[in-house]
């Protein structure tokens, strides 16, 4: 028996090498009109324009009277999160939207940053822009673009930011100071939403591209998660001669033989190049793949067929935060930093068309779209967090992406990041640049 594991084993590693070999290709870049109507012959107005955040009392009163008339369903007993939304600590969010949080001072907070739109391929785009306070003589600010992914919002970064673009007034050195471009996915928040179907991460990828080429840029660095992080891939392979390097917290390894090692991996671990770190991350298999994978995938089926029919900062902050009677939220944010980012859904009527974005994207089923069988070709930066939906070793992103040269096991964290750890993903892009500026 042994001898037949060993010789499937090669043989699979010959396959492996055969399919894996690097094929530099890249996606083409084509162009695309999503707003409403045929495309205008007229040339696109290209115009970038400051814009502000702004409420009245008569949407907060609004509010208010939709917050009153909510009923509560009981939870059953001792269910704490298992069940999802545990409504016994839903009061008190509840309780707290209505009576306390302050959404004026809270549109406050989001104007501390510049904000504006611009339209590209008939999208009204919105981004903040953050440049540096102060550079020292004779430096320039690496342009990044962070992108962040669903249920979030730009404002993910606004703890991460000023640790980038002020390092040496937050206790880092000014080795790398960065200008710091955070867009909103067309369909979330302030970004318009596609009036056509089949708007995906390819599309948000271009535009996004062309916002940086707006924006003055030739050559930059790119960031994300969750949808952030495909939409950054996808990027580079759109572009890669623009992208000087990418940085991920997350990765979808769809086409990867190392996936089919991992009923195998418990006992041969080594052998397929995992490390101990990587088998306390994903083993045992069932609780740490499987069964996570069919607690926390539900919302994705219903996205992917009936979008238009929705907590997420709970488990995929730690799944062990399911055991608990509030979900651990107060554990890592604030309820002033959650319900803003509600309210960025709420105020701007978004929730639906975010969540269109699963079905256009995975409505069609895996490996559908050749970015998915295509490899990423630009020096590649990788954080790994251990509370991540599901752990993606060295190995398997290295397959997707050959030019990675930073691969970090983070000390604590899941899926939002840089809402959850800014001073950890500040660290990991900091060390990512280093090692990329030392090649």
Not at 60 to 82: A, G, V, W, Y
Not at 109 to 119: A, E, G, Q, S, V
Not at 388 to 405: A, D, G, R, S
Request: net charge neutral; with cysteine; aromatic share 16%.
């Amino acid at each position: 028996m042994w001898l037949e594991i060993l010789l499937a084993s090669v043989l699979g590693f010959v396959i492996y090498w055969f399919i894996s070999r690097d094929k530099e290709e890249t996606l083409p870049l084509e162009d695309g009109w999503w707003g409403p109507g045929t495309r205008p012959t007229a040339r696109e107005d290209e115009s970038i324009r400051p814009f502000k955040v702004e409420t009245s009392d008569e949407e907060i009163n609004d509010l208010h009277q939709r917050i009153d008339k909510f009923r509560l369903t009981p939870p059953l007993e001792d269910s704490h999160f298992h069940y999802g939304f545990n409504s016994n600590y839903l009061k008190k969010i509840i309780s707290y939207w209505r009576n306390e949080f302050d959404w004026k001072k809270q549109v406050d907070i989001l104007n501390r940053y510049p904000h504006f739109k611009t339209k590209i391929e008939g999208l009204d785009i919105h981004f903040i822009h953050v440049k540096p306070p102060q550079l020292p003589s004779g430096r320039r600010p690496k342009p990044l673009l962070m992108v962040h992914g669903w249920p979030g919002s730009f404002y993910e970064f606004y703890k991460i930011i000023p640790l980038l673009t002020d390092p040496r007034n937050h206790g880092l050195s000014d080795e790398h100071i960065f200008e710091v471009i955070c867009p909103s996915i067309p369909g979330y928040s302030f970004s318009e939403a596609s009036s056509k179907k089949g708007f995906n991460s390819v599309a948000t990828a271009r535009i996004f591209y062309k916002l940086m080429l707006r924006l003055g840029f030739q050559e930059f660095y790119i960031q994300g998660g969750d949808w952030g992080a495909l939409i950054c891939t996808n990027m580079a392979q759109l572009a890669p001669s623009h992208v000087k390097g990418l940085h991920l917290n997350m990765a979808l390894i769809l086409r990867n033989f190392f996936t089919l090692t991992l009923l195998l991996g418990r006992r041969f671990g080594g052998l397929f190049g995992y490390t101990e770190r990587d088998m306390e991350l994903m083993y045992p298999f069932k609780e740490k793949f499987f069964y996570s994978i069919m607690r926390e995938s539900g919302y994705m089926h219903i996205q992917c067929t009936k979008p238009d029919t929705v907590e997420k900062f709970s488990t995929w902050t730690n799944s062990e935060f399911r055991y608990l009677e509030d979900g651990g939220l107060e554990r890592k944010y604030s309820l002033d930093d959650l319900l803003t980012n509600v309210m960025l859904y709420w105020t701007t009527g978004t929730i639906v068309s975010s969540q269109r974005y699963y079905k256009e994207n995975l409505g069609q089923g895996w490996m559908a779209h050749k970015h998915e069988r295509l490899k990423v070709h630009v020096p590649t930066g990788f954080a790994a967090f251990p509370c991540e939906l599901v752990h993606v070793p060295e190995k398997w992103v290295k397959f997707k992406y050959p030019k990675l040269i930073s691969y970090s096991y983070m000390a604590r964290g899941g899926h939002f990041a840089a809402f959850e750890e800014p001073e950890l993903l500040a660290q990991d892009i900091r060390k990512f640049m280093s090692v990329l500026e030392r090649q």
